[in-house]
């Protein structure tokens, strides 16, 4: 289907135990869950949650050993083969280079281990920053920007070698860089083999410029905007099939919007996603955006090399979506909870039903599209039923998941309530 064809937005209300709503936290996802840690509220928070998207359960996990960061804020955190990575985000500058901001998580032991001492001692390193970006890209996270203390927004390109652990300078100030420069509270993607950042703040202004950066032959592009997002901070970008996705932010830190934007890598053109009557996006600036599905997930790994990056091709391939929930029997469908392939339309209210099941006594519109939706516990129990989720293990869930993208916290916020989540279905396929 077209790329212009609209999306679906729902809330996701949360019951049970649940983080508090926040903002200028640090979210990814991996294996069909989505991990939050710290961010705001009226103070900084220290706290850890693991949120499983079939369950539509939160889990804490723990923070508090030797090992583990303390209360972060504009950090930000990443996923790959099984470790998290998350950098920056202290309240103050008292680390130096001698102790870099970096803090590693072991997912299938579920604790945070040392990641210093691995190697020899490093003098070339970065130091603490809020609002950078960071991207992995092969077997290396990509760091750009941020805000660095008293010498403020920064320029400093770096890499970290997952397989070494070591960091190299990329680009910065004292080797020329001519690419986006000082910034902080931007956005970056990553497909193929290149690096894409967008917006943020230089200086005290707003910018709307688009950067793309090269990792075979380590070159800033800049690439045209004329159609593009409009000045943003404080916005989040995932990558979706051959597109970069765009979401909230906004001119100013208290004028969050609502708008999807989507960049085609192919055609190399920006289009404003639309919503579907009756579904409506929220407004926010500093949360952050998840995507789970093969689509969300294929695009991340490719080769790269040079100082710093040298890393083989990953040899993954994506798989295509396996549809575990059809064909289901009769009795399972009938039943509260169960899966729905819901035809998507103009006219059509598409508000929250607590039975997927019951109908929609409204006359049937015109086609446009189709999508998958589902309701949590229904995926979960079909999945128990033929054997794929039993006594809790989530087993590969992630190669089974229908694509979509989860908004979760950001700015309007409240203090009181569980952390707001939203989901983002595309009607593509």
Not at 2 to 22: F, H, K, M, Y
Not at 384 to 401: A, F
Request: aromatic content about 10%; glycine content about 10%.
């Amino acid at each position: 289907m077209s790329e212009n064809n609209p999306c679906l937005w729902s809330q996701l209300p949360q019951s049970g135990r649940a983080p508090g709503d926040r903002y200028k936290h640090a979210c990814c996802s991996y294996e069909g869950c989505v991990f939050m840690l710290g961010g705001r509220d009226s103070s900084s928070r220290r706290d850890f949650w693991r949120y499983s998207v079939v369950c539509n359960e939160w889990t804490e996990l723990t923070c508090s050993s030797e090992a583990a960061p303390e209360e972060l804020e504009q950090h930000t955190m990443v996923a790959h083969e099984g470790f998290l990575y998350v950098f920056g985000g202290m309240l103050d500058s008292a680390y130096t280079q001698c102790r870099c901001a970096l803090w590693v998580f072991d997912i299938a032991k579920q604790k945070w281990v040392p990641c210093q001492g691995k190697t020899s001692p490093q003098l070339l390193m970065p130091t603490n920053r809020k609002g950078h970006s960071a991207v992995v890209l092969g077997s290396a996270m990509l760091v750009y920007g941020g805000f660095v203390d008293i010498k403020g927004p920064s320029q400093e390109f770096w890499t970290l070698n997952f397989d070494s652990m070591t960091w190299s300078l990329l680009s910065g100030p004292q080797r020329g860089s001519s690419g986006p420069g000082p910034r902080h509270g931007h956005s970056s993607a990553v497909y193929q083999s290149c690096m894409y950042v967008f917006g943020g703040l230089k200086g005290l202004r707003e910018q709307r410029d688009f950067w793309k950066w090269s990792c075979s032959n380590h070159t800033w592009t800049s690439l045209r905007n004329k159609s593009g997002p409009p000045r943003l901070v404080g916005h989040s970008a995932v990558t979706y099939k051959d597109s970069m996705l765009v979401f909230g932010g906004g001119e100013s830190q208290n004028s969050p919007n609502c708008c999807l934007w989507r960049y085609c890598f192919s055609s190399q053109t920006w289009t404003k996603v639309a919503a579907l009557p009756g579904s409506s996006p929220p407004d926010k600036i500093h949360h952050c955006c998840a995507g789970l599905g093969p689509s969300y997930t294929s695009s991340t790994d490719g080769p790269c090399s040079g100082p710093g990056l040298q890393t083989e091709a990953l040899d993954r391939k994506s798989k295509a979506f396996n549809n575990k929930c059809y064909p289901a029997p009769q009795t399972f469908l009938g039943s509260e909870g169960a899966i729905e392939l819901e035809t998507f339309s103009p006219d059509k209210s598409y508000r929250h039903r607590n039975r997927p099941s019951e109908p929609d006594h409204r006359s049937d519109p015109k086609l446009m599209g189709s999508c998958l939706t589902f309701e949590n516990k229904g995926f979960r129990k079909q999945l128990s039923l033929t054997g794929e989720l039993m006594d809790g293990e989530d087993g590969d869930i992630s190669d089974h998941l229908p694509d979509l993208m989860l908004v979760l916290g950001g700015r309007p916020h409240s203090r009181h309530s569980p952390i707001s989540t939203w989901q983002m279905t595309l009607t593509d396929s």
